[in-house]
């Protein structure tokens, strides 16, 4: 973490994960997930697809979001996968 400005280092997109969440039968979640795995084949960043129908915990948080990207964690976008962004995102 950088102390003086309160925030963390961004990491090299191979050790960075991206997960996908949504459901089946999703056409935004595919397009999403075309994206997705675009990038981190490119990148080099490991990626996870969750399905919020089999976790409730997941369907509180971000049904009406769907598809959501999560990097390590942290929510970095919903609806629609901006390719050129989430490349940016990862260092790339």
Same mark, same amino acid.
């Given at each position: 973490? $950088?102390?003086?400005?309160?925030?963390?280092?961004?990491? $090299?997109?191979?050790?960075?994960?991206?997960?996908?969440?949504?459901?089946?039968?999703?056409?935004?979640?595919?397009?999403?997930?075309?994206?997705?795995?675009?990038?981190?084949?490119?990148?080099?960043?490991?990626?996870?697809?969750? $399905?919020?129908?089999? $976790?409730?915990?997941?369907?509180?948080?971000?049904?009406?979001?769907?598809?959501?990207?999560?990097?390590?964690?942290?929510?970095?976008?919903?609806?629609?996968?901006?390719?050129?962004?989430?490349?940016?995102?990862?260092g790339a």
């Open positions: 973490m $950088d102390a003086m400005f309160g925030r963390t280092k961004k990491r $090299d997109a191979p050790s960075r994960t991206v997960t996908l969440i949504g459901k089946p039968g999703c056409h935004l979640c595919d397009d999403a997930r075309a994206v997705v795995e675009a990038v981190c084949a490119e990148t080099g960043a490991s990626w996870e697809e969750k $399905d919020i129908t089999r $976790d409730e915990e997941l369907h509180r948080a971000y049904w009406e979001q769907i598809p959501v990207v999560l990097i390590d964690g942290e929510q970095h976008t919903f609806w629609r996968v901006d390719a050129d962004r989430l490349r940016r995102e990862l």
